[in-house]
């Protein structure tokens, strides 16, 4: 009896050695993996979207109004068309040689976005005026403008640009570009140029020519 137990408990442990830890070839068996690897590009384990989008799209947000403006829906399209002006026939290859001079396109929604964040630069710029003290040809110091943008969080990273009277800035969603002087205050609401003035911000029309 004693050996016939013996016997068995050898043949169970032969076959215990025999099923852990080798396979048919003799290679160890690794064990699985907690979770599959990510492919590169891959979104995040928290499912958070990747941001994408033109350079603009990416801009810092200013000029932010503190409501959302009501939206009109447009039948046709609206102003900025993302295609250069002409006046006339023009010559052949015209749209071709000025396409550096180009605009992105503007949805209803970031037009009214856009006409809300002008109305708040107006205000800050009729400050200055308010203030007095224009220099030559009646345009305020580039240094008073600036300030005035900055009191909306407008600087650098949007884009702005003053000189001589004039301004531009980027809100995050659409260009505000107009003059300041002691004569005139004007806004207008656009999309950034495809080949802006070189030295200048987003919003600043390309004099130059291809």
């Not at 043949?11 to 099923?19: E, N």
Request: hydrophobic share 30%.
């Amino acid at each position: 009896m004693f050996i016939r137990r013996s016997v068995t408990a050898v043949a169970l442990l032969v076959l215990t050695t025999a099923a852990c830890g080798t396979q048919p070839s003799g290679v160890p068996v690794a064990a699985p993996p907690e979770s599959p690897p990510q492919s590169p590009g891959a979104l995040p384990s928290s499912g958070a979207p990747r941001a994408s989008g033109s350079p603009s799209d990416a801009r810092p947000q200013c000029a932010r109004p503190a409501e959302a403006p009501t939206v009109s829906p447009s039948p046709t399209a609206t102003g900025t068309s993302g295609r250069p002006e002409r006046n006339g026939d023009g010559a052949p290859h015209y749209a071709e040689n000025h396409a550096y001079r180009m605009q992105a396109s503007l949805s209803p929604e970031k037009r009214a976005w856009g006409t809300a964040s002008a109305k708040l630069v107006r205000a800050e710029l009729e400050k200055v005026r308010a203030a007095g003290g224009s220099g030559a040809y009646g345009a305020f110091p580039e240094a008073r403008v600036t300030a005035a943008l900055a009191r909306l969080g407008c600087g650098e990273e949007h884009g702005v640009h003053v000189n001589n009277g004039f301004y531009s800035l980027h809100t995050g969603m659409v260009c505000v570009s107009g003059r300041v002087t002691r004569d005139e205050l004007t806004t207008r609401v656009h999309g950034a140029y495809v080949e802006p003035q070189p030295g200048t911000g987003p919003c600043v029309k390309n004099r130059g020519g291809h």
